[in-house]
């Protein structure tokens, strides 16, 4: 089975009924038509579905016909017509006629088929053409049909799909009369060359082609599944998130454990290899120096020098884990705390989707304002040959402007494959000679936008945790819609603080891309020296961005909590974080411990299962999906894992941004509050029995849980 695409009758006035030439697309010959050129670039993805289905759609239309003919396989060749196979989306240029069976013979249209006396009946074959041409009906016989050679039944070859190609092995045996055809080059080498060429790019292009339309199959077929595995996903991360406020401690404790046991096995396994060497007299002279470093793992000096510096480092876990045990133990009560908040406050798991959407806008608006920046001139068409081995067609070097509206091939006789095209947009003027500088803009606001988008989400969710620990009776003062509020708040007295710490990150990430710029342009001329420099500027630089997001992040949970400027919640949020520097790093420590095994916990769970189901090793009863009818079912699996991965990390997001807007809540409560009738502590029991503290007098239901 097979398809065509555009076959328009020819214009030529010997033509005219004759054979059928291929019509490229252009982009549009109208003011109206240009507007909708535009719009056509932004749907690729859709145009591209279209096609697909287009295809499908074709192959059941064209029962009984099972091959696809390339009307001239010497168009194939994109080393020939660059041109011509991009603006044809990379297809084979030609005339495509589905047959009930691929030519066997040599066959060309020579010169005495064009004497007025003779039929096209008598030279063509019925069933190669078109439907749309009747050969009893013509009178004239075409100058443009070119040679066809030897084919071979692609039902051979499961991969070829139902395509006429070229018998390789046959091409030597070309009759040499073939030099002497119009349209083929004198030198029947020169042709064998051109067709071997059409082949190879017609075979890896079609190959793409299929590969696409079977992985759009299997998700067809899969779709249902698909969205069940990311829903579970969805449901193990929430469930994850709520059970720490039971589980939190033992996780915790299981994990710290893990890792001392695991040091503490690394010492005796280094200990037994180091006693086995020894016994063996096996020692670090005995080899001297090679660059086989295998060896040295064979020499009682090295198992040695591992044991010193695993002791030493589990020497340091204990005594960090004795004198900082009261922190891990806050540090617990925190996650436990962030999880209660959560549990009153549902909806702030579902606010990374506005953010989310909020984003796809971001991206949707910087890739309109380019596309139309880069489009903004008016179109200029040239005349090419889209067949350039004619020796007619050697004369046209696309310098020639021409109007698509007017321009027929009639006008170049001796080259029947000219055609007016669209090349470029037009370059000239001010407006299109700023058009750099306005793209770079573009760039900058983009970037601007994203961080403004990722900083607004931050500080509506630290205003809503906050609004959680600040209630003195939890949760009866918790306000109603905490995430709404908060993000009205946001919107209406924080918009001018979250755009210029916005703006702060987005200069120092367009100097890295300034400085990635710079080192991708002198990379062959940089010397040693030239590219440690680099190396440490990038280094720097990226040090420099974590820092400002670390600042920005504890800047915006500040001015959601007081209201006040950029400037000084920052300088008030690294003042409180470097008064309990130890508290901060212990924090972010057991909390990035604890989503990393809950990110792990996710992907890794969902991933398995899908991978049980999609590979047929778990049947669901009564259900009529079967693995089998997938072409490649690691497609599924990739799309369920890599789903899992994103829900795990926006819900997680949403949790760590609750620990962090808990902490320094806590740390402040501490500063500010002393317990009395005055200043009582806002925090929950659990952590004032941690810290000894507690408020003198306390009212019913104050300090619960």
Known sequence: MGYRFGVTP??????????????????????????????????????????????????????????????????????????????????????????????????AV???????????????NQSLCVPSINLMNTTLVSPMLLPFVNFVCPQTNPKLLGRCLPDISALGRIPPEFSNIPGLPSLVNDTVGIIKNSTGDLVNGFNAREIG????????????????GLLIAMVVSMLFLLLLRFTAPVMVWVLIIGVLGAGAYGIWHCYWEYANYKQASATISNIGFTTNFAVYLQVQETWLAFLIIISVVEAILLLTLIFLRTRILIAIALIQESSKAISHMMSSLLYPLVTFVLL?????????????????????????ALNSTLNDCKMINGTVDCDPQNFTSSDYPGCPSASCIFIKYN???????????????????FLWCVNFVIALGQCTLAGAFSSYYWAFTKPADIPMFPVCGSFIRSLRYHVGSLAFGALILTLVQIVRMILEYIDHKTK??????????????????????????FINRNAYIMIAIYGKNFCVS????????????????????????????????????????????????????GST?????????????????????????????????????????????????DGSLQKPYFMSKNLMKILNKSNKAQKKGKGKD
């Not at 020579?110 to 063509?124: L, M, R, S, T, W």
């Not at 339309?213 to 069940?228: G, H, N, Q």
């Not at 796809?360 to 090419?384: E, F, M, N, Q, R």
């Not at 941004?657 to 509050?673: K, S």
């Open 570 to 621: 920052a300088k008030n949020a690294f003042s409180l974080l470097m008064r309990n520097v130890v508290r901060v790093v212990v924090l972010d420590k057991v909390t990035d411990l604890l989503l990393f095994f809950g990110k792990l916990l996710v992907v890794a769970g969902v991933g398995i299962l899908s991978f049980f189901f999609f590979s047929g090793r778990i049947l669901l009863p």
């Open 110 to 124: 020579g010169i005495q088929a064009y004497f007025p006396n003779v039929k096209p009946k008598d030279v063509f």
């Open 360 to 384: 796809l806008v971001c991206v949707a608006y910087w890739g309109a304002t380019a596309l139309y920046l880069a489009t903004s001139g008016g179109p200029i068409y040239k005349v090419v």
């Open 524 to 549: 062959a001329a940089q010397n040693p020296c030239a590219r440690f420099i680099l190396c440490c500027l990038k280094c720097c630089l990226w040090c420099l961005e974590k820092f400002i997001k």
């Open 10 to 107: 020819n214009s030529h006035p010997r033509l005219n009924q004759s054979i059928s030439r291929v019509s490229f697309s252009h982009p549009s010959q109208t003011n109206k038509k240009k507007q909708k050129s535009k719009k056509v670039k932004t749907v690729f993805i859709i145009t591209f579905l279209s096609r697909l289905f287009i295809s499908l759609l074709h192959e059941i239309m064209n029962i009984g016909q099972p091959n696809l003919l390339y009307f001239d396989i010497l168009k194939c060749a994109t080393s020939v017509n660059v041109m011509a196979t991009a603006l044809n989306g990379f297809q084979c240029p030609t005339t495509q006629v589905c047959v009930d069976s691929c030519p066997t013979q040599f066959w």
């Open 625 to 673: 999906f079967r693995s089998e009818t997938l072409n490649y079912y690691w497609m599924p699996i990739i799309t369920v894992v890599f789903g899992s991965y994103l829900i795990a990390h926006g819900f997680f997001s949403v949790y760590n941004m609750c620990v962090d807007t808990l902490f320094l809540c806590f740390l402040e409560d501490l500063e500010r509050n």
């Open 427 to 445: 370059n000239e003027g001010l407006f299109q000679r700023n058009l750099f500088n306005l793209q770079i803009y573009n760039v900058v606001a």
């Open 213 to 228: 339309v079977r992985i759009f199959e299997d998700f067809a077929s899969s779709w249902p599944w698909i969205l069940l």
